[in-house]
C-alpha cells in the first residue's frame, strides 16, 4: 500500500519535520523594527552584559514571554466592540500585520496548540480606537494568569533618576527621549 502511494508521486515526511516546517515559516513572519547589529555596537559599552546578552538573543531569536500555562489550543470570541465596529477593527488589524506586529489571517492554524484571546476596541479620549487583546481573558486560564508579573512588571525611570544620571555625566551629556506608547507598540 505505501509503495502504490510513493508511485503515485505522494512523498511522506516525518511528522517532527512538518512542525519544524510550520514553525520556521510562522516564524519568517515576525520581524523587529529594531536594528541588531546597530543594537549591538551601542550594548558593547553597557554596564550590565548579562541584560546585552538577552536583548541581543531575543531581538534575535525572540524573547520568551514566561508563559507557563497549558499548550493546549483554545479559541475565544471576540469582544462585542469588535463586532460591533467590524470596519474599525478590520482597519486596526490590517495595519497591525502591515507593519508586522501581527500576523494572519490563517485558513488553518498554523500550529497546533494556538491561542486566542479576544480582540476589541476601546475609546481613546480623542475619538479614535485603540485596538486590545484581552490577554486576562477566561478568568483563572487567562494567558496573564500563566504569567509571573515578578517576570514581567516594567519599572519606568523617575524624573529625578534622569536628572541624576545627566547630572552625573557632566557637561556635553546627551539624552535620548523615546515616546512609551510607541516603544511599546514597537515590542508588542
Known amino acids: 500500500m505505501v509503495q502504490d502511494l510513493l508511485d503515485q508521486g505522494l512523498i511522506f515526511v516525518p511528522h517532527d519535520q512538518i512542525i519544524k516546517d510550520k514553525m520556521d515559516a510562522l516564524w519568517e513572519l515576525g520581524r523587529t523594527p529594531i536594528k541588531v547589529a546597530c543594537l549591538e555596537k551601542y550594548l558593547r559599552y553597557y554596564p550590565d552584559s548579562k541584560t546585552s546578552l538577552l536583548l541581543l538573543d531575543g531581538f534575535r531569536n525572540g524573547f520568551s514571554l514566561q508563559y507557563s500555562g497549558p499548550r493546549t489550543p483554545f479559541i475565544s470570541r471576540n469582544l462585542k466592540s469588535a ?41 481613546k479620549s480623542d475619538g479614535s480606537f485603540r485596538l486590545i487583546m484581552h490577554l486576562s481573558f477566561p478568568s483563572g486560564c487567562s494567558v496573564n494568569d500563566f504569567v509571573d508579573p515578578n517576570e514581567t512588571s516594567v519599572k519606568y525611570t523617575s524624573f529625578d533618576e534622569v536628572i541624576d544620571m545627566v547630572s552625573s555625566l557632566g557637561k556635553g551629556a546627551r539624552l535620548g527621549v523615546q515616546d512609551i506608547k510607541l516603544f511599546f507598540m514597537s515590542i508588542y
Open 83 to 123: 463586532e460591533m465596529l467590524k470596519i474599525e477593527t478590520q482597519s486596526k488589524l490590517n495595519k497591525e500585520i502591515t507593519l508586522g506586529r501581527m500576523c494572519g489571517p490563517f485558513k488553518n492554524r498554523p500550529i497546533s496548540t494556538l491561542r486566542t484571546s479576544p480582540i476589541g476596541l476601546v475609546n
